[in-house]
């Protein structure tokens, strides 16, 4: 099981701290660095100014929004990107929640995971660079029909060759049916509040998957899972797990709307609805330090690293069991040296997560 950082959302401006940290995962021998975006920063212009200073680390986004770009738009910025890495980049696409799509990118949302399914063909269709692109589908149209535009639009072929014709795509995924989509056309699974205990809950999902995965993909034994996981040390696990109160609080009570909010519905499959419960009502009432404090200090174990070098150590195990290839850990930048030597190799595939992915127990 691989390590890679999380650089995270931004707040009011750039994280602080970020350029250094990925410059240090880049020399500690982390496996990768991830961007996000939400309705402020973009997740692409971080990744490649933080990206020009390393030579190593893979690039990711964790996610780029499926609403933010046109599917070639999204095309481009990946092939480029990886031209301009030298062949590291990773991209990491989701459909984000429909309050940001419908209120911030102004699309409707409805029927995400054929959305997805669509943009994903139309990603590989480019990149591959076969032919000129084309597709009908029901939500994307390449040409634009004559009837809905000038009617002048022609099918293109980039004029850039892409450096990998099968560069590496992850999707986010919390639903089910998502997580099996995922397997089954991606090349990667983008969880968030993964937890040890769900572990044979997922490995069926994507078991799922990959028995409808076209041959032309990757095999499943190159299936990744990227979890992104808070990663605090501390000198307890309930100091650690304090700091990542508001963190889960945040997702479970203030991300999407009440009734439709799909990192709350993780954790309720988890087991904790009563608590989501608690924490959503303090949320929506306004009152975030009652939401924080009522998570659970079992939930932040559940889905995170904390405590002391030794804690985490002793968690560790239960990780490297699971279908986690690499833990994106979100972490205070200072300690990334601390964290990576508690994985010995951080940026070392020692070949068995693929195997416990494809091979589900």
Not at 11 to 16: V, W
Not at 181 to 205: K, N, V
Request: charged share 20%; glycine share 10%.
């Amino acid at each position: 099981m691989r390590l890679g950082y999380h650089t995270g959302y931004w707040s009011a401006g750039p994280p602080p701290g970020a350029a250094d940290a990925v410059r240090a995962a880049d020399e500690l021998g982390l496996d990768s660095v991830w961007t996000a975006e939400a309705y402020g920063s973009d997740a692409l212009t971080p990744l490649a100014w933080w990206g020009a200073s390393t030579r190593r680390v893979r690039l990711g986004t964790a996610i780029a929004q499926l609403s933010a770009r046109t599917p070639t738009a999204a095309a481009m910025a990946a092939l480029t990107l990886d031209h301009l890495s030298g062949g590291r980049f990773v991209l990491g696409l989701g459909a984000s929640g429909p309050q940001v799509v419908e209120g911030w990118y102004g699309q409707p949302y409805p029927r995400p995971l054929a959305r997805t399914r669509e943009y994903v063909d139309v990603v590989r269709q480019v990149l591959a660079r076969e032919a000129p692109v084309t597709y009908d589908g029901a939500f994307y149209r390449l040409p634009l029909p004559a009837d809905q535009g000038a009617g002048l639009g022609k099918a293109l072929r980039s004029t850039v060759h892409p450096l990998r014709a099968d560069l590496p795509i992850h999707l986010a995924a919390e639903g089910p049916k998502n997580v099996a989509m995922s397997a089954e056309i991606a090349d990667g699974w983008l969880p968030l509040f993964y937890s040890p205990r769900m572990d044979a809950t997922y490995r069926e999902l994507l078991a799922d998957g990959f028995a409808k995965r076209s041959p032309r993909l990757r095999p499943p034994a190159q299936f990744e899972v990227v979890a992104t996981v808070p990663v605090v040390l501390a000198a307890s696990v309930e100091e650690a797990a304090d700091s990542v109160r508001p963190f889960i609080a945040l997702y479970a009570g203030g991300m999407g709307a009440k009734g439709a909010n799909f990192h709350r519905d993780v954790l309720d499959r988890l087991g904790y609805r009563e608590a989501c419960d608690e924490i959503q009502a303090h949320y929506l009432a306004g009152d975030r330090d009652r939401a924080a404090a009522a998570v659970p200090t079992e939930l932040v174990t559940d889905v995170a690293l904390v405590g002391t070098e030794d804690d985490v150590r002793a968690q560790l195990p239960a990780w490297r069991a699971t279908a986690v290839t690499t833990v994106l850990a979100q972490a205070d930048p200072r300690a990334l040296p601390r964290i990576a030597a508690l994985w010995g190799d951080p940026g070392h595939d020692d070949g068995t997560e693929g195997r416990r992915t494809a091979d589900p127990a």
